[in-house]
């Protein structure tokens, strides 16, 4: 497990399959070998009592890359639990649903293809909420190092060197807490959580406008 | 030193050949007496039967004396060949096994004499290595054998320089084992950029594998692993390098010094993902970050970019 | 912390369909290993050495000393403690078991769902039960839930199996401040007994042989099924 970084990118033309052929292009220029095919999707459920300090969310996420996990992410509002279960822990959800209930059309995922750069592993995947598409989010994976602090610049370096300019020179917040943390599956699932309530709350094309691409 | 090497070995000849000659006038005293007495007519001899075997006789026991007297004044071998566990190969009675400690001290008989004549090639070449011709040193100085050799030193001398070079640096951990009798395996633990394992053999280091911070030292029975190598391609090209390293920093004569230097120039892999390329000014070159350190500068390079 | 009971060839069903993403469907053909069939009896101290002995010469493995286990339990409640409490099973909330081994520090923590035993006429009890393994933070998770602490204990004990019964002989202790692993009280003089199986829905023939070794250990142990709500 090494460090993973998210990046939206913005995707002007609003049609996906444009701006993702684009992206497999450049990649392939810098001798990308294709490795199949990856998929997080992330459900989530809403308290059904509204009593007692607001409403608490829980986000439940499965990533290809660890198929006999499942996250789930417990957002309070002011706190985040993440905890790795057993893919048996779905079936736990229908006996929680006198608490938590989930909201369907809020069902997100991301999905495409994976690409292996020397000891870089890159990930072009395709949002879509509910059938509808959202946009477009790259994960990049440096294997052999564990903290970001050791290499984000140089993770940076890699990043712009095939997405160009909406990667800003500044470390992710979420990064930025964890900066001298050891890396951890749950980190690259809780960014990807962040990032999806990202394409949530924004509206259905992040790309409408390039100049501000949302991070 | 070399004058009672020399007459040990003078001493060492006479021995024998007063053996041979003890052999032989026993061998000659057998065959008189297999022959038996020589048939009535022919006693136009001088000698008679009993007379000859008396007198080889007598050949036998003065040559015995002679030997006895030449043995007592032998010394014992003093400077025994350290073989650890492998010296109880000898003690195996069975018969098929019994050549093999013979090849095996000859084997090492040999590697030693290598390390002795490298020894000295390494100091004559680099006393000066613009005079050709004449050699300066003095012959007995030439002939002498080094006090110790480099890959048979005892464990403490092993154990107190690893521990220095322990000391020496904060982020670097080096621990130390011996999961094969005399020889030490060196892990070391690098802020939280690499593992490495460095194999020696007394204090001359014969091995390094370097890998990724979360690869794990030891194998599935829990022994280190001292041979495979990393998963991931930048941690290849580190292992490379560090054995190139390690013959570049490899000096006979001053072995502790070597093996001090080596590690100082893996430390400088500290900054292994942070360091930009003091050439080119990038961090990556074919997806790779700067594997190459200079050995005396310890500037980071790239592969590629090496001066 | 053990899953002996489970059927294998279950499993494997499970771990095919869920890598293509549907266990939903694999609920639906009620393949998921999510019931329990359970006997339960107790054993004064005294004659807990004759009841492993009769025990290990009737289950699996015979040759060899049963296995021991040391674990420690924490039972919470989960339900709307603000709702007005009403008659019902909706306002009782569900129970959730964290399950910790402290003598393997190394294995996951176990999450478990106990139902409420079904009604019927069953050779051994039955109910819904679910062991999840999961990372070591579930407290914390299941406060941030909304759970609430009820009771924790320890129990120590041993674990055998009999192909895919798995039995268990253990001693509850109380839990509380000053407790350490070494100075334990225990809640009773005796040892508890259970027997338990877990199966399918469509698989119930599994209950008859653990009837079946209930009624080899009957002088020792009488094994019951035990209705809480009863209680």
């Not at chain 1, 706190?79 to 649903?97: E, G, I, N």
């Not at chain 2, 690893?162 to 640096?169: A, L, T, V």
């Not at chain 2, 370097?210 to 941690?235: C, H, I, M, W």
Request: with cysteine; glycine share 6%.
């Amino acid at each position: 497990m090494g460090v993973s970084v998210l990046q939206i990118f913005p995707d002007a033309s609003r049609s996906g399959c444009i701006e993702t052929e684009k992206l497999h292009k450049r990649i392939m220029n810098l001798d990308a070998v294709q490795c199949g095919m990856f998929t997080v999707d992330c459900d989530s459920y809403y308290t059904t009592a509204q009593t007692g300090g607001g409403v608490r969310k829980m986000h439940i996420v499965h990533n290809t890359e660890t198929p006999a996990t499942t996250y789930a992410i417990l957002d309070t509002g002011s706190k985040q639990v993440t905890l790795s279960a057993d893919y048996l822990f779905d079936l736990m959800l229908p006996r929680l649903d006198h608490m938590y209930q989930s909201k369907k059309n809020l069902k997100i995922e991301s999905k495409g293809a994976k690409y292996e750069v020397g000891d870089f592993v890159v990930k072009i995947g395709t949002v879509t909420m509910s059938g509808h598409y959202k946009g477009i989010l790259v994960e990049v994976e440096y294997l052999p190092s564990v903290t970001p602090a050791l290499c984000w610049s140089l993770m940076r370096e890699f990043m712009q060197s095939f997405m160009g300019s909406c990667v800003k020179p500044t470390v992710p917040p979420y990064l930025q807490n964890k900066f001298h943390d050891v890396h951890t599956p749950q980190d690259t699932v809780q960014q990807y959580v962040e990032k999806f309530n990202e394409f949530r709350e924004g509206p259905t094309f992040t790309g409408a406008t390039p100049s501000a691409p949302s991070s | 030193m070399a004058a009672p090497e020399c007459s040990s070995v003078e001493v060492l000849t006479t021995n024998l050949n007063s053996l041979r000659t003890l052999r032989s006038s026993v061998t000659l005293f057998f065959k008189i007496i297999a022959e038996g007495p020589k048939e009535e007519n022919s006693n136009d001899g001088e000698h008679s039967f009993p007379e000859m075997a008396a007198k080889c006789l007598t050949d036998v026991k003065n040559n015995l004396r002679d030997l006895e007297t030449h043995v007592a004044g032998l010394t014992p071998s003093t400077v025994p060949v350290s073989l650890g566990n492998t010296g109880l190969l000898s003690l195996d009675p069975s018969p098929d096994k019994l050549p093999l400690y013979h090849q095996l001290l000859d084997c090492y008989t040999y590697v030693e004499k290598i390390h002795c004549y490298s020894t000295l090639m390494h100091s004559l070449l680099s006393g000066n290595n613009l005079k050709r011709s004449s050699v300066s040193l003095p012959l007995s100085t030439k002939r002498r054998r080094p006090a110790q050799l480099n890959h048979s030193v005892p464990q403490q001398q092993v154990d107190m320089l690893i521990q220095g070079i322990n000391q020496m640096f904060q982020d670097m951990n080096l621990n130390i084992s011996r999961p094969f009798g005399n020889n030490a395996v060196v892990q070391v633990t690098l802020g939280q950029v690499l593992r490495a394992v460095v194999t020696f053999r007394g204090i001359l280091i014969e091995w390094v594998v370097v890998r990724a911070y979360n690869e794990p030292l030891v194998d599935e029975d829990g022994k280190v692993d001292l041979y495979t190598p990393s998963q991931y391609k930048v941690f290849q090209k580190v292992t490379d390098n560090a054995n190139a390293a390690m013959l570049n920093f490899c000096s006979p004569g001053f072995s502790d010094l070597s093996v001090r230097s080596f590690f100082t120039w893996l430390h400088s892999f500290v900054s292994l993902f942070t360091d930009v390329c003091k050439k080119c000014n990038y961090h990556l070159h074919n997806h790779m970050p700067p594997t190459w350190r200079e050995f005396r500068t310890l500037d980071p390079f790239h592969e590629e970019c090496k001066p | 912390m053990k899953h002996e009971g489970r059927s294998r060839q279950n499993l494997k069903v499970i771990m095919a369909v869920s890598h293509n993403e549907n266990i939903e469907a694999a609920l639906k053909s009620q393949i998921v290993p999510d019931q329990e069939f359970l006997l339960q009896g107790s054993v004064m101290d005294n004659s807990l050495g004759v009841l492993i002995d009769r025990l290990r010469g009737l289950c699996d493995n015979s040759d060899v000393h049963p296995e021991t286990f040391h674990d420690h339990e924490v039972v919470y409640i989960l339900k709307d403690f603000n709702a007005p409490a009403t008659p019902g099973p909706a306002s009782q909330g569900v129970m959730l078991r964290v399950r910790r081994a402290v003598d393997r520090p190394d294995l996951p923590h176990q999450l478990r769902y106990v139902g409420y035993p079904e009604l019927g006429n069953y050779p051994a009890l039955l109910r819904n039960c679910l062991d999840v393994p999961v990372s070591s933070n579930v407290r914390e998770f299941l406060q941030e839930l909304g759970a609430k602490l009820d009771h924790e204990f320890m129990a120590k004990g041993y674990i055998m199996k009999k192909g895919r019964i798995k039995v268990t002989v253990f001693k509850m202790y109380k839990m509380g401040p000053g407790m350490t692993k070494e100075n334990l009280e225990p809640m009773t003089m005796s040892h508890l007994v259970e027997l338990s199986v877990l199966t399918t829905k469509t698989d119930m023939s599994v209950a008859d042989d653990l009837r079946a070794l209930a009624d080899q250990l009957k002088p020792l142990v009488q094994l019951e099924r035990i209705d809480y709500r009863r209680v």
